[in-house]
C-alpha cells in the first residue's frame, strides 16, 4: 500500500511537472486550437483523480479500522477474554493514543510533550544550551522526500526522457499558436489595413486618437508640433520616403532602421499606424517655431498613381 | 574529575564588531533609501548638476555592499566571536588576529565606500570591488579563519555544537566561493578583466552570487540563531537529529542552486534544470532551520509577547523561512519568467535582509549590549517601538514591490488580440509602478527609523553600565585531544569532535555542485555554440563598455532577451550564448527598471543617443534615468587601451598579434566617424571625438548586431 501510494504521488508529480513549466502554452502539438481541450481535460483528470484518490484512502482506512477490531477480537476470544460487541475498548491503542493521534504522530508530528522531555535531553550542555533528541518531524521528512522525487521526475521529463520541451520548443510553439491567433483575429477586420489598402482618415475622431499617439511616440525625435529634432520635419512638403498616406504608413510600418526610426509594427496596432499617420498628414503647412530644413524630396500628391514605386525611388536617394 | 581552569572571554572585539554592524548599517540603509526615492525623483541622482558619483547606478553597489558585507558581515562576526568563546569555553586564539581582522574588515568597507561611488567596479553583483581590495578580502578572511581554528584547536569542550558547524562551513565555503570569483586578470592599478567569459562568467557570478546568500547571509546567521535562540528563550534546542540532517543537507543542496538565476536565459537547458531542481529540494533543509528554532520556543512562547529580543528573533525565523520558500517557488521556470528581471526579486531579498539579517541582528544586540555593559536594557519600550516599526517597515516595502512585479510581468507581456504588445513604449510600464515604488521608499523609510531608535537604545543602554572587557569563566580542562568514544552514544558524534575532519567533509560535500556545473561549461566547447559572425570588441566599444561598467548601468538594464514572444517582439531575436564569449565581464544583469538593452544596436541613431544621454527625459518623457552631461563633457582616455587588449588576448579574445601598438589609432578612427555622424544628425558641439560619449555610442550601437549580419549559428 505504501510502494502505491509514493507512485500514485510521483505520477501525480509528473504531470504537475509539465503543467508548471509550460503554463503559459499549450503541450506539443501541431494545432493549438484543437490542444485547448486536453489541458483542461488534464486538470479535471487531475482534480478528479485526487478526489477518487481520497475516497479510496478513506475507504481503505475504514476497512483496515474494521479488519483490526475484528483481528483484535479473534485474538482476545482465543485467549478467552470476552470483548464488548460495539469494539469500543480496542480501538484505543494500548499507548492510549486514537487512530488521528497515531496518524498525526506518523505523519504529521512526534514531539515528546515537554511534561516527559527530560526522557530525552542531552546530558551534556555548551554554554548552557542543551539539546533534546526529538524525532524529526515527519511532515518534514515526508516534504523533503517529495521534493527529492519532483527533483527525479523534472529531470526525467526534461532530460532523461520525458517529453519536456527545450526553451526553445517552447519558443517555437509560443509563436506558431501566436501566428495562428493573430490571423484570425486580423481576419476581416479594420485592422487588416496594410500600405497598399491604408486611406487616410478625415474625422475628427480618429484623427484626435492619431494626435494622442502621435504625442506619446513621435514627439522625441520629430518634435511636438511636428517641426522635426532628431527626425526630419514632417510639416514641410519635402519627404525622405515618400509622401502620401500609404508611405507615411509604410515608413511607420517597417522604420528605416539605418537611419534611426524604428519599426512601430510591434507597438502599434495597423489602426493606430492608420490614424497617427492621417495625422501626420494633416500636419502640412502648419509652419512650427524652429523648423527643421526641408529634407528629401518635394512630394506631390499627383504622383500618388503608383506611391509603391516612387517610395523605392525615393529611398537610395536618400542619403546624401 | 579534571583540573578547573581559569580564563577570560574578550569582550571588546565583539562590542567592536557589533558597534561597526549597527553603524554601517545605518549608512547602507541610508544609501538605501536614497537610492529607493531616486526612482521616484531622478533629480536627486544630482548628475544633472554634473555630480557624478550619486547616480543610482554607482550608489545601488554601494547600499549592496554596505548592507551584506559591513551590516551583516560585522553582525556575523559579532555574534561568531561572542558565541564561540562561549561555546568552546576558550578565549579567542589570538587578540593580535582579532583586531587585525577587525581593522582589516573596516578598512576593505571604506575602500569599497571609496570605489565604488567613483565607478571603481567590475559589475559582478556583490563582487564589484576591485582586484586590491579582492586580495585584501582574501587575506583578511584567512586571518579570521586562523583565529578561528586557533580557538577551537584550544578548546575546553570535547565536542563541537552545531553552530560551530555551520561557523566552520561558513568559513571555507566563503573562502572558495570569493577566491574561485575573483580570477581576474588585472590590466591597471584597479581594473581588471575576469577571466571566465559570457555564458561562463554568468554561472561563476550566480554560483557565486546565490552562495554568497546561502553561506555569508544563511549559515553563520543559523549558527548564531542556535546559540542566541535558545539562550534568549532559556529552552533546550528541539532536536539534535533535525540539527544533524538539515545541517549536512543544506550545506550540500545549497551550492547548486545558482543557475535559478540564470533560468530561460542564454544557459544550457541542463544546468538550467539542475538549479531548479536543486532550489526545490532545499524547501526541506532551509525549513529545519526555521522548525528547529520556532520549535525550541515551545513552551516559552508567552514569554514571546514580553521579551523584544525574542520578538525579533521569531519574526527573523519566519522571515527566513518565507525567504527560502519563496526562493524554490522563483526557482521554477514559469514562476521565474514572472519574478526574473522585476521587482518581485527586489521584495523577496528584502523579505531575506530586512526580516531574517536585520531582526536577528538587532535581536542579537538587544540581548548583548546589557550583558556586555552589565545593566538592563534602557527601554523595553522603545525597543518595542522599533520592533513594530520595523515590521510594518517591511510590510511596506515588500507588499508594494510584489505588486511592481506582478504588474510588470503583466503589462511586458500583454498582446492586444491584433499580436502588437499593448504596452509597446517601456516607459508607460514604468510610470505604472511609480506609486508602488513611493510606498516602498515609505517602508523602507520607517525601517531605517527603526534602526535608528535601535542604535539610540543601544547607547543609551552603553551609557547607562559599564563595560565588561575580560569576562571571567571557568571550565574544567580538555582532558583528550581526540574526543574518546562513548557507548551508546550517537555516531554523529564522531565528527563532533574532529574539528579537521569536519571542515575537509565540508569542503567536499560544497565542492560537488560547482564542480558539476562550472568545469563542463568552462572546458567543454560545445557547451557553448560558436556563431561566426560574433567578434571582438573594437578598442573604441571596448572602452565604451568600461563606461558601461562604470556607470553601474547594469542595475537597471538587462543584456538578456529570453525566449519569450513578448520579449523577442519587444528587443529583437532571442539571446544566444556564442553572442555573449568576448564579455569580460559578462552584463546580463538581474533587474529591468529600463529595458533591455541588448539589441539596441542601430535601433536609435547616434544623435538619439547623445541627447538621451544629456537628458533622458527629452527622448523618454518622464523617464526614471538620471542624465549623464559628464559623458557629453568628460575627456576620452584611451590611454590604457593596449593594456587592455593585451589583457584580453592573454584570456583568449582573438586579436590579432601586436594590435595593441594600434589600438588606440583605431579607437580614434572611429570616435571621428561617429563625432561626424552626430555631426550630420545636428550635433555642432566641438570636439566631440575627444568626448567619453562617443566611446558609449560606439558600444550602445554594437550591441546585439553581429547576429544580424549572417544569422546562422554554427555549432563547432
Not at chain 1, 535531553?121 to 548552557?128: A, E, N, P
Not at chain 2, 586590491?132 to 563541537?160: C, Q, S, Y
Not at chain 2, 517601538?385 to 510581468?409: E, S
Not at chain 2, 558539476?516 to 578598442?539: A, G, H, L, N, R
Amino acid at each position: 500500500m505504501k510502494t502505491k501510494k509514493y507512485l500514485l504521488i510521483f505520477l501525480w508529480l509528473v504531470s504537475q511537472a509539465s503543467l508548471w513549466a509550460q503554463a503559459a502554452t499549450t503541450p506539443a502539438a501541431p494545432d493549438p486550437q484543437v490542444n485547448q481541450l486536453p489541458q483542461i481535460m488534464t486538470w479535471v483528470f487531475l482534480i478528479a483523480g485526487s478526489l477518487l484518490f481520497i475516497v479510496a484512502m478513506a475507504y481503505m482506512i475504514k476497512v483496515n479500522q474494521f479488519l483490526y477490531k475484528r483481528a483484535l477480537q479473534l485474538e482476545a476470544r482465543l485467549n478467552g477474554v470476552e470483548l464488548p460487541a460495539d469494539g469500543s475498548a480496542v480501538v484505543a491503542d494500548p499507548a492510549g493514543d486514537g487512530f488521528w493521534t497515531r496518524m498525526r504522530k506518523k505523519y504529521w508530528e512526534d514531539a515528546v510533550p515537554i511534561d516527559r522531555e527530560a526522557d530525552i535531553l542531552s546530558h551534556h550542555d555548551f554554554d548552557g544550551i542543551r539539546e533534546l533528541d526529538n524525532r524529526l518531524p515527519p511532515w518534514w521528512v515526508n516534504m523533503f522526500i517529495l521534493t527529492i522525487i519532483y527533483a527525479l521526475g523534472y529531470m526525467f521529463y526534461y532530460h532523461w526522457g520525458g517529453n519536456g520541451l527545450s526553451q526553445t520548443q517552447e519558443y517555437e510553439q509560443e509563436v506558431a499558436i501566436a501566428k495562428k491567433n493573430i490571423a484570425a483575429a486580423l481576419a476581416g477586420k479594420a485592422n487588416a489595413v496594410d500600405e497598399s489598402s491604408v486611406l487616410a482618415l478625415t474625422d475628427s475622431g480618429p484623427l484626435g486618437e492619431g494626435e494622442l499617439i502621435f504625442k506619446n511616440n513621435c514627439v522625441a525625435c520629430h518634435g511636438a508640433k511636428g517641426e522635426g529634432g532628431v527626425g526630419p520635419n514632417l510639416t514641410d512638403e519635402y519627404w525622405l520616403h515618400g509622401g502620401g498616406i500609404k508611405n507615411v504608413f509604410k515608413t511607420i510600418k517597417y522604420g528605416v532602421p539605418e537611419k534611426g526610426m524604428i519599426s512601430w509594427s510591434a507597438q502599434l496596432k495597423p489602426s493606430d499606424m492608420q490614424k497617427v499617420a492621417s495625422y501626420i498628414l494633416t500636419l502640412k503647412g502648419t509652419n512650427p517655431p524652429n523648423p527643421k530644413a526641408p529634407q528629401g524630396e518635394i512630394w506631390k500628391e499627383e504622383a500618388t498613381a503608383k506611391p509603391d514605386s516612387t517610395a523605392k525611388e525615393a529611398l537610395p536617394s536618400t542619403t546624401k | 574529575m579534571s583540573r578547573i581552569e581559569q580564563f577570560q572571554y574578550d569582550n571588546r572585539i565583539v562590542r567592536a564588531f557589533g558597534m561597526a554592524s549597527f553603524l554601517w548599517g545605518l549608512v547602507g540603509m541610508l544609501v538605501g533609501l536614497i537610492i529607493a526615492f531616486q526612482l521616484i525623483y531622478p533629480p536627486l541622482n544630482f548628475s544633472q548638476y554634473g555630480v557624478p558619483f550619486l547616480t543610482f547606478g554607482r550608489l545601488r553597489p554601494l547600499h549592496t555592499n554596505a548592507v551584506i558585507f559591513a551590516f551583516v558581515g560585522n553582525g556575523l562576526f559579532t555574534g561568531i566571536y561572542y558565541s564561540l568563546q562561549r561555546l568552546l569555553k576558550a578565549r579567542m586564539f589570538s587578540s593580535t588576529l582579532s583586531w587585525v581582522h577587525f581593522w582589516g574588515w573596516q578598512f576593505i568597507i571604506l575602500c569599497a565606500a571609496l570605489t565604488l561611488p567613483f565607478g571603481i567596479t567590475n559589475s559582478s553583483e556583490y563582487a564589484e570591488l576591485a582586484w586590491p581590495i579582492d586580495i585584501l578580502i582574501a587575506l583578511i578572511w584567512v586571518v579570521f579563519g586562523i583565529n578561528m581554528f586557533g580557538t577551537i584547536v584550544k578548546r575546553r569542550e570535547d565536542h563541537l555544537y552545531v553552530a560551530i558547524w555551520f561557523y566552520i562551513a561558513t568559513w571555507v565555503t566563503v573562502a572558495v566561493l570569493h577566491i574561485v570569483r575573483s580570477f581576474e586578470l588585472p590590466y591597471s592599478f584597479l581594473g581588471s578583466y575576469s577571466v571566465f567569459s559570457g555564458v561562463q562568467d554568468a554561472l561563476v557570478q550566480w554560483w557565486y552570487g546565490h552562495n554568497a546568500v546561502a553561506f555569508f547571509l544563511t549559515t553563520p546567521y543559523l549558527g548564531m540563531m542556535y546559540y542566541f535562540l535558545p539562550k534568549a528563550a532559556n529552552r533546550p534546542v528541539y532536536s539534535y537529529k533535525l540539527s544533524i540532517i538539515h545541517f549536512w543537507a543544506l550545506i550540500f543542496i545549497y551550492i547548486w542552486a545558482g543557475p535559478h538565476h540564470l533560468l530561460y536565459s542564454s544557459m544550457p537547458d541542463w544546468v538550467q534544470s539542475l538549479g531548479t531542481v536543486f532550489s526545490v529540494m532545499l524547501i526541506a533543509p532551509s525549513w529545519g532551520g526555521m522548525l528547529n528554532g520556532l520549535l525550541t520556543l515551545r513552551g516559552a512562547w508567552d514569554r514571546v509577547r514580553q521579551d523584544p529580543v525574542l520578538k525579533f528573533l521569531v519574526v527573523a525565523v519566519t522571515a527566513y523561512g518565507m525567504a527560502t520558500f519563496e526562493g524554490p517557488m522563483l526557482s521554477i521556470k514559469s514562476v521565474n519568467a514572472i519574478s526574473h528581471f522585476t521587482d518581485w526579486t527586489i521584495a523577496h531579498v528584502h523579505v531575506g535582509a530586512l526580516g531574517w539579517n536585520g531582526f536577528l541582528t538587532f535581536g542579537m544586540l538587544y540581548w548583548l549590549w546589557p550583558r556586555l555593559y552589565r545593566t538592563n536594557l534602557y527601554s523595553t519600550n522603545l525597543a518595542n517601538i522599533h520592533f513594530w516599526v520595523g515590521t510594518l517597515g517591511i510590510i511596506f516595502y515588500a507588499v508594494p514591490m510584489y505588486w511592481a512585479g506582478w504588474t510588470q510581468y503583466f503589462m511586458w507581456r500583454e498582446f492586444t488580440p491584433e499580436g502588437t504588445l499593448a504596452w509597446g513604449n517601456f516607459l508607460d510600464t514604468v510610470k505604472q509602478i511609480v506609486p508602488m515604488y513611493m510606498i516602498r521608499g515609505v517602508g523602507g523609510l520607517m525601517y531605517f527609523t527603526g534602526a535608528v531608535i535601535g542604535v539610540y537604545n543601544l547607547f543609551k543602554t552603553a551609557a547607562q553600565g559599564s563595560f565588561l572587557a575580560n569576562e571571567d569563566a571557568e571550565a574544567p580542562a580538555r582532558e583528550h585531544l581526540v574526543a574518546p568514544k562513548v557507548a551508546g552514544e550517537y555516531w554523529h558524534k564522531w565528527i563532533e569532535g574532529r574539528p579537521f575532519q569536519m571542515l575537509l567533509f565540508s569542503t567536499i560535500l560544497i565542492a560537488i555542485g560547482g564542480i558539476v556545473q562550472i568545469i563542463p561549461m568552462v572546458f567543454i566547447e560545445s557547451q557553448v555554440p560558436k556563431i561566426s559572425t560574433v567578434k571582438p570588441y573594437t578598442p573604441l566599444e571596448l572602452t565604451g563598455r568600461d563606461l558601461y561598467i562604470r556607470e553601474g548601468c547594469i542595475g537597471c538594464h538587462s543584456q538578456m532577451i529570453r525566449p519569450f514572444r513578448a520579449e523577442t517582439e519587444r528587443y529583437g531575436e532571442y539571446s544566444k550564448s556564442g553572442e555573449y564569449i568576448y564579455d569580460r565581464p559578462f552584463l546580463w544583469s538581474s533587474k529591468r527598471t529600463g529595458p533591455d538593452l541588448f539589441r539596441v544596436g542601430k535601433k536609435y541613431p547616434d544623435s538619439w543617443h547623445y541627447n538621451h544621454m544629456m537628458d533622458p527625459t527629452t527622448m523618454s518623457p518622464g523617464s526614471l534615468m538620471p542624465a549623464y552631461p559628464q559623458l557629453l563633457t568628460n575627456p576620452l582616455d584611451l590611454s590604457l587601451l593596449p593594456s587592455k587588449i593585451v589583457a584580453l588576448r592573454t584570456l583568449g579574445t582573438p586579436y590579432p598579434r601586436n594590435f595593441e601598438k594600434e589600438a588606440i589609432e583605431k579607437a580614434k578612427e572611429q570616435a571621428l566617424a561617429i563625432s561626424k555622424n552626430l555631426n550630420d544628425q545636428g550635433i555642432k558641439d566641438p570636439g566631440l571625438e575627444n568626448k567619453e560619449i562617443v566611446a558609449l555610442i560606439a558600444y550602445l550601437q554594437r550591441l546585439g548586431t553581429d547576429i544580424k549580419v549572417q544569422p546562422t549559428a554554427t555549432s563547432k
